[in-house]
């Protein structure tokens, strides 16, 4: 007896509409969407940035005479080699600052509970909310020889200090403003940091200090390296605060710029101090971004370790 077999289905032709399309097709079509999504943001880039940059490059070079003598007095003239000096001495005194200020800070919010790190945040977030203007005026006041640092200072018996005008007043108030730019990444990697690694470190005969600094402190340098970053990136090109707060024997690079603009109209040596302060940003991200990678690899292999004796 022949035994009947079912018929079969026919198979779908894979250029039928409905049926699935290949994988590098899709692939494809997403990545073009990508492209596209991304134009806007490449024209912003150009149109504001590249267009501009090449600009004062241009005028750093041609006026007021062709050549590198723009360049060569930022070297040579003791004022625009003072002035940059002391941009680069103040960005780093703000940025030790917030990096000392911050660290403890963040580290508290991590070890309270959840209603007083919301306060914690809070205290981080308000300057966001407040014009940058408004608070360098808030400093002007409090800075004045009668103002409240220094009838606090005073009640202490260390006051009263002349404080608008100078270098530390200038700092107080700078640090106040990019306190937040720190807080708020170290914060983020402290979170992500498993204190069973301290605690192993600590179980195998570690002193406290020992273990914060050879475990925690590494673990948590990817938020540091990233908010002094910002500080000192901020800070090098930071204009507003300075220009009240301080003085004019205390001007820093975005200051002199302004003057070179708008009462020498020296457009050339405005350009060139310009490119030099974005090629030394460049080199501070390049420097920061290799000293991450280097620490990172090194974090990353102690933390295996530790993890393994977990």
Partial sequence: MAVSTPPRRASRAPTEPGSARPPGRGRGLLARATLL???PAVVVLVVFFVVPALRLLWLSVTTPEPGLGNYTAILTDEVSLTVVLRTLGMAAIVTVVCLL?????AYLMTIVSGRWRAVLLA???IPFWTS???????WVVLLQDNGLVNTVLGAIGIGP?????????????MAQVMLPFVVLPVYTTMRGIDRKLVDAALSLGARPVAAFRQVYLPLSFPGVAAGATLVMVLSLGFYVTPSLVGSPQQSMLAQFISVQVNQLVNFGAAGALAVALLVVT?????GVALLTRTRGTRSSAGAGVAGGLV
């Fill in 37 to 39: 999504l991304a134009v």
């Fill in 101 to 105: 200020v911050a660290y403890p800070y």
């Fill in 123 to 125: 205290v981080v977030l």
């Fill in 132 to 138: 940058l203007m408004a608070r360098t005026f808030a």
């Fill in 161 to 173: 200090l002349r404080m608008l005008g100078t270098t530390a007043g200038v700092t107080v108030a």
């Fill in 282 to 286: 460049l080199v501070l991200l390049g």
